[in-house]
């Protein structure tokens, strides 16, 4: 059973600074796997901002370039996302998510588990 818990969301000032972490249980038995984290705001979309497969590979959604940070920790199972300069327009539940079996988990659709999510609110 795969198990996904996100952490670290709060309420911050605009400018300031967040990391969210997701601690997750062993992929050992699915070989190839992708861990990504997507977001969510009021009335939209689920967001992909960026992932990392298990030899380490880290991809980017364009719009996020240079204020998010992605990190893996293997020994903790646990994967973070550094939130620099945080915008009102960051307001969103994050989700921590995988693909497993697969390299690549930056589309809704390939996704085989969702964490429950951490709320992050972002005020000018």
């Known amino acids: 059973q795969v198990r996904l818990k996100e952490s670290g969301g709060g309420s911050v000032q605009a400018g300031g600074s967040l990391r969210l972490s997701c601690e997750y249980s062993s992929f050992a038995d699915y070989g190839a796997y992708c861990i990504a984290w997507f977001r969510q705001a009021p009335g939209k979309g689920r967001e992909a901002l960026g992932a990392?497969?298990?030899?380490?590979?880290?991809k980017y959604a364009d719009s996020v370039q240079g204020r998010f940070t992605l990190s893996k920790d293997n020994p903790k199972r646990s994967l973070y996302l550094d939130i620099h300069t945080l915008k009102p327009e960051d307001t969103a539940m994050y989700y921590c998510?995988?693909?497993?079996?697969?390299?690549?988990?930056?589309?809704?659709?390939?996704?085989?588990?969702w964490g429950q999510g951490t709320q992050v609110t972002v005020s000018s």
């Open positions: 998510a995988v693909h497993v079996g697969g390299t690549y988990c930056m589309a809704t659709h390939v996704i085989n588990y």
């Open positions: 990392i497969d298990r030899d380490g590979s880290i």
